[in-house]
């Protein structure tokens, strides 16, 4: 089974259009993440949601949009793509947000490419 | 600041020999550390992590990582490398607000 799965795996569309991606995570996990991976593998974290409350919201334009329907789910909302989107984006969850040794559980990424 | 530092960007070893990867940081109070993996095309798997204790930590796929408070270090180490051990490796800290801090990453290539 799958711990944290996100689609689509991957992505292509042209500039200033929506797109989606969606997560889901079946470990029980309260706290989860999306992070960006660049072209240079530089991870970068965009938000992190705790029991589908909004705990983290790094500097990210306001065209990112992320919405937690429960806390097994965290999907992220692009409007107005633009070329820098182009990356790869990764869900991500952990036990809980205010432990120091939880690990975090990654899905495979959802590749986005922005023409 | 608080901060993680992989050194190299690149580490190039032969199959069968011993491996390092180096990670160094700095973060106030005491280290959580931890090391993942990327395979080509996939998301970051969780190795090992330092919390306290013992300072050899033994992780999956027989990797091992060394901490050294005095150097700041986690080097993550295996004795025998294999081709399949070929990726991206990660080195991460807790920073007080239970934030990770991320290194930029190593490519570990393993040669025949």
């Known amino acids: 089974d799958t711990a944290v799965s996100q689609t689509p795996k991957y992505l292509v569309t042209q500039m200033g259009n929506d797109k989606s991606i969606k997560c889901e995570q079946n470990?029980?996990?309260?706290?989860m993440y999306w992070y960006k991976q660049d072209s240079k593998k530089f991870l970068k974290i965009m938000f992190s949601?705790?029991?589908?409350?909004?705990?983290i919201n790094e500097t990210v334009p306001n065209r990112f949009s992320p919405k937690s329907p429960d806390k097994a789910h965290l999907n992220l909302h692009i409007n107005s793509l633009e070329l820098g989107d182009s990356a790869v984006y990764f869900c991500?969850?952990?036990?809980?947000?205010?432990?120091?040794?939880?690990?975090?559980?990654f899905g495979n990424g959802t590749r986005l490419t922005v023409t | 600041a608080q901060s993680v530092a992989q050194p190299e960007d690149q580490v190039n070893v032969a199959e069968g020999n011993p491996l390092t990867v180096k990670c160094t940081y700095s973060?106030?109070?005491?280290?959580?550390l931890f090391w993942y993996v990327q395979y080509p095309n996939r998301g970051l798997q969780f190795l090992l992590k330092?919390?306290?204790?013992d300072n050899l930590v033994k992780g999956s796929y027989g990797f091992e990582a060394e901490f050294n408070k005095s150097q700041t270090s986690f080097h993550l180490k295996k004795p025998s490398a294999l081709v399949s051990d070929s990726a991206l490796y990660f080195c991460?800290?807790?920073?007080?607000?239970?934030?990770?801090?991320w290194g930029a990453g190593t490519k570990l290539i393993i040669k025949p």
């Open positions: 991460a800290v807790r920073d007080t607000n239970y934030q990770l801090i």
């Open positions: 330092y919390i306290t204790g």
């Open positions: 991500a969850s952990s036990q809980a947000i205010n432990s120091y040794n939880s690990p975090l559980h």
């Open positions: 470990l029980g996990h309260d706290t």
């Open positions: 949601y705790n029991n589908k409350e909004l705990i």
């Open positions: 973060v106030s109070g005491n280290p959580y």
